[in-house]
Each structure stands twice: as C-alpha cells, then as structure tokens.
C-alpha cells in the first residue's frame, strides 16, 4: 500500500494537489488527435466535513474543463443547484517521486477566487483511501 | 428520554428534495439554460416513466434518454465534446450534497 504523509499547517489539512481534465475525456483529445492540457499544480485542503470536491475557477479554465451535471447542495442560504466538472484529482507530496493518489474522473463544484487554497479534497475522494491524522505530531497521512 | 446516541441519529439537513423543489440555477453561462429547463421538463418525464434513466440536454432540446449514464456521456462525447450540456438522472427525488465546512467558499 502506498502512502504520503504531510504537516498539519496550522489546523489545516493541506496537500500538493494536480488537477487536469478527466481521464475519459483526455483519452477522447488523444484518440483525436487534439493537443491535452498539462495537469496544473494546486494547493489541496482536506476537508472531511464535505461531501463534494472543489477546484478554484482559474484552473477550470485554464483547463477549458466542460460543466456536463448539476447537483444540489446544502449550503448557509440553503439548497442551491450548480454546474459541476469533471476533472482528475492527485494528491502527491511534490518534494518527493510519486506515488500519486489519483482519482481519474470526479465531478467537482466551483471554488470562489482568492481563497489560500486552489482545490477542496471532499469525502467524495477521501472514501478511496485511508486517511489518518496524527495529532500530537501534527502530521497526517494519506494510504491508498 | 431520548438516550439514542447522537451518531446514530438521521442528518437535521435534507439529504433529499422533490423535484418540485428543485432550485433554479441563476447563474449566467454554463450548463444553467440546460438545467432550467430540465427543471421544466422533469415533471413530464417522470410522467413518461423515464425515473432513473439518464437525459442528455443541450439548449433547450433533449437530445436523448439513456438507460446509463455511460450511454448519455457517449453520445455527450460524440457530439457536444468540450461544450455546455447537461446529463443528469432523472429522478422523483434527487440528492442533496453538504458544501464545505466554510460553505461561503464555493459558488454556483
């Protein structure tokens, strides 16, 4: 099983992360013939209290990602309806040689601009591997 | 006494909604002309018996009914690659998913 262990920043749960088009989608440009975009580094925040994944605007676009679903989600004001990505997700530690915890294709929300961190690693991708925080030394550790 | 522990007990936040209380997507651009309508749309097609197929929409036209979502995405994939369009389930009650803990931080 592989692993990747981080530093617990402050309260925070926070990971290198790179975000790219979703897998089937990259393999349609290539069967295509089309140029696939470069995966973009981002900084990732754990959060266990979500269900869905977010990734920030600027790299959506970047990306040229497609709204293709919409879900509902409860938020302060209530439920709301948004367009949804989808997207491929890593988790890596970008000091070090992979291994990567990839998720090929996960559908993910907007995240609002000028925030300190790029993406939101929601249990919809936590349910895929093991995650375990070790709080005395403030560490947390991601096995898959 | 209520003594059933706290863990255990069902959410306090809707984990369902009705389509008839489906919010409508105000945001410009994207897949909301889609989904507005699908919003219109969702009645008769449950009328139709089409609950849990897959609809693929794009404008204000269904383009088609699938029984997976795999088969909407091809045809998505086919024809409509890298632009707005919707497929979604259809669906008497669709889920309701929790934003983030800070839930200001995201936007539709």
Known sequence: MAQLTFSIQGTDLVADARVNLDAPTLLKHSTTGQPAPHSIP????????????????????????????????????????AGVFRVSISILDASRPP???????VCVMELSAGLP??????????????????GPNRTFTIDF | MDDQPVATRPPVWPTTIHWTELPEDKAEGG????????????????AEGHEGRWVLIKGEQIIGIWDTREEALRELNERYLMQAALVHQILTREPVFRGPIRCSLWRS
Request: charged share 20%.
């Open chain 1, 42 to 81: 981002a900084r990732a925040l754990i959060d266990t209290g979500s269900d869905v994944s977010l990734v920030s605007g600027w790299i959506l676009q970047q990306l040229g990602a497609q709204r293709l679903f919409h879900r509902n989600t409860q938020g302060m004001g209530g439920t709301v309806s």
């Open chain 1, 99 to 105: 291994p990567w915890f990839t998720r090929p294709d």
């Open chain 2, 31 to 46: 897949n909301s002309t889609e989904w507005n309508f699908y919003r219109r749309e969702v009645g008769r097609l449950l």
């Open chain 1, 117 to 134: 961190f790029d993406v939101i690693i929601g249990m919809d991708v936590l349910l895929e591997c093991r995650l375990l925080v070790d």
